[in-house]
């Protein structure tokens, strides 16, 4: 050993003080999963921020538009216009950027599950696609409800009470608002799907616009 070595060295042992501090093959792989796991966690939040994004800005320049297709399309249902309110826009924005924070927070929790290997995969392919036809399903079978001034809160209630529906209507949606440029077209047919699939619930409830159509 060389002078250095010696000064570093325990004189009762051959172990070496410079020895100890070298990494082991076991903290090195760990310490590379770790830096894995950072960056892909980095990535995934940043697709998922990127993704609701977009579905909230479609869904503020959208609102407009889809709320006076749901008004047209109730009027062509034969509804009495004076039982229909226009909705304001601060409003729909608000509850726009409400679902937006919805779809982010729970598509983050959700992508972070893709750490684990394949079950992990699976769980946010299913969880997430379950998540995001709530929230959109719930938002677009609004539609119909916001015209009758019914609170956003109130909306949701009845898209919970009413899961098939929401649940049918959202995957639709949630398809649509991934394909690239006539996306908003798209949606506007579900918009008018949940304008007769609300007449459809409220025919089979005895449902009238002067009686409680939360109920």
């Not at 869904?59 to 216009?81: H, M, N, V, Y």
């Not at 893709?114 to 699976?122: D, H």
Request: proline share 3%.
């Amino acid at each position: 050993k060389t002078a250095y070595e010696i000064k570093e060295c325990d004189w009762s042992s051959d172990v070496c003080s410079s020895d100890l501090l070298q990494p082991t093959e076991d903290s090195a792989w760990w310490s590379k999963a770790l830096a894995i796991t950072a960056q892909l966690g980095v990535v995934l939040v940043a697709i998922a921020t990127a993704l609701t994004l977009y579905i909230v800005l479609q869904g503020i320049f959208a609102a407009i538009f889809f709320s006076i297709l749901a008004r047209q399309t109730e009027l062509l249902l034969g509804t009495d216009p004076q039982s229909l309110r226009d909705p304001p826009l601060m409003a729909q924005v608000r509850d726009a950027l409400r679902a937006g924070l919805k779809l982010m927070i729970a598509n983050i929790l959700v992508l972070a599950l893709n750490v684990i290997p394949v079950v992990g995969s699976v769980s946010a392919i299913v969880i997430g696609g379950y998540v995001d036809a709530y929230v959109l399903g719930a938002e677009f079978i609004g539609y119909p409800l916001e015209l009758r001034g019914v609170r956003w809160l109130q909306r949701q209630q009845f898209a919970k009470r009413n899961l098939g529906m929401t649940l049918g209507l959202g995957t639709v949606v949630s398809l649509f608002v991934f394909v690239p440029v006539i996306g908003a077209v798209l949606q506007a047919t579900a918009v008018v799907g949940s304008v007769l699939r609300f007449h459809e619930w409220r025919s089979a409830h005895g449902e009238t616009d002067q009686a409680q159509t939360t109920s």
